[in-house]
């Protein structure tokens, strides 16, 4: 079993930045691919980002492609997104999630089902 504790969320100005943060315990998470996923209120659960258990392979949804970057710290048991250039559309609830696999291939990593363990979320308000 692992936990995973989001962190990092907030109230951000359009434009602004924000560092999200994932901690997991129970289990090493470093021979395991990792993702970063998003519900915005009314809206289904989307992926935004993806990476491998090395870190080596990363993948975005075209949304936040190059403004948001997701890295790991396997010493650490945490995966991180940074969010730059931040837009009112990217208001949700994000969700960090362990994946079934070390590594999954880029059109199959934007499935949840992919996924099999998940935090508890942390929310991310961006205003104009």
């Known amino acids: 079993q692992v936990e995973l504790v989001e962190s990092g969320g907030g109230l951000m100005q359009a434009g602004g930045s924000l560092r999200l943060s994932c901690a997991a315990s129970?289990?090493?998470?470093?021979?395991?691919?990792m993702g970063w996923f998003r519900q915005a209120p009314g809206k289904e659960r989307e992926f935004v980002a993806y990476i491998s258990w090395s870190g080596d392979s990363t993948h975005y949804a075209d949304s936040v492609e190059g403004r948001f970057t997701i890295s790991r710290d396997n010493a650490k048991n945490s995966v991180s997104l940074q969010m730059n250039s931040l837009k009112i559309e990217d208001t949700a609830i994000y969700y960090c999630a362990v994946g079934k696999t070390a590594w999954i291939p880029a059109t199959w990593a934007r499935a949840g089902s992919r996924y099999e363990y998940w935090g508890q979320g942390t929310q991310v308000t961006v205003s104009s």
């Open positions: 129970g289990r090493t998470i470093s021979t395991y691919s």
